[in-house]
């Protein structure tokens, strides 16, 4: 139990379809983030929020659009994807955003594995 | 723009040899993590490094920082089968926007009987 819950664990889409992915977590965190992870390439960090407000949106797509109804709920909307967006996608929390968390470090869920047809 | 590098990529080791992992990062930062990720699952914090001469151990991981190097290292004792995972380092900066988390491509380690 991490504490960091995404699901579908595994979703397969076709470039047309719109598919959600949620995230939920259970520690009292008051930041969330989502990230991509791709074979063979570093974590990318996607959207950080904190306080259910945006505060970073690493230049991606429109295609992705997050929502962060509270502090425990962030999902990951997804609609006319590309082939190239496949890939392992991460929720993390963590007790404050990066650099007032103390010694704290992001907590991750097990991610959802997306695979676009 | 930040980069973080780690090596090797893939380590394969035999139980009981010792080794090091290293995170070379290409500007300075604020504090450094170590994650480990076994297959199909989730990161897993490790160590949270804060201040340049920083050393934390848990069992048979170390894990060192040298920020006028800008290195960390990640040294294994002793090894066993259940260390087989990926291992990431990543280094936080403060930025005007906020906070930012840049991982390494991550190692690959598997331990051999």
């Known amino acids: 139990e991490t504490g960091v819950t995404q699901t579908p664990r595994h979703l397969v889409m076709g470039m047309t379809n719109k598919k959600s992915l949620k995230c939920e977590q259970h520690?009292?965190?008051?930041?969330m983030y989502w990230y991509k992870q791709s074979a063979k390439k570093p974590l990318e960090l996607m959207f950080v929020?904190?306080?259910?407000?945006?505060?970073e949106n690493n230049s991606v797509p429109s295609r992705f659009s997050p929502e962060c109804p509270n502090s425990s709920h962030l999902f990951l909307h997804l609609h006319t994807l590309q082939p190239e967006d496949s890939a392992l996608y991460l929720c993390?929390?963590?007790?404050?955003?990066?650099?007032?968390?103390?010694?704290?470090?992001?907590?991750f869920g097990d991610g959802t594995r997306l695979s676009i047809l | 723009e930040l980069k973080v590098e780690q090596n090797p990529l893939f380590l394969s080791m035999q139980e009981g040899k010792n080794y090091t992992i290293y995170c070379n990062y290409s500007?300075?930062?604020?504090?450094l993590y170590w994650y480990r990720q076994d297959p199909g699952k989730s990161l897993e914090s490790l160590f949270v490094?804060?201040?340049?001469?920083a050393v934390k151990q848990e069992g048979r991981l170390m894990a060192s920082l040298d920020t006028k190097a800008r290195l960390s290292t990640l040294h294994i004792t002793a090894a066993v089968h259940d260390l087989s995972a990926t291992y990431f380092c990543?280094?936080?900066?403060?930025?005007?926007?906020?906070?930012?988390?840049?991982f390494g491509e991550g190692t690959q380690l598997t331990v051999n009987p």
């Open positions: 490094l804060l201040s340049n001469g």
């Open positions: 929020y904190n306080f259910k407000e945006q505060t």
């Open positions: 993390a929390s963590s007790q404050g955003t990066l650099g007032r968390a103390g010694n704290q470090p992001q907590h």
């Open positions: 500007t300075t930062s604020d504090r």
């Open positions: 990543a280094v936080e900066r403060r930025e005007t926007s906020g906070s930012r988390l840049t």
């Open positions: 520690l009292g965190h008051n930041a």
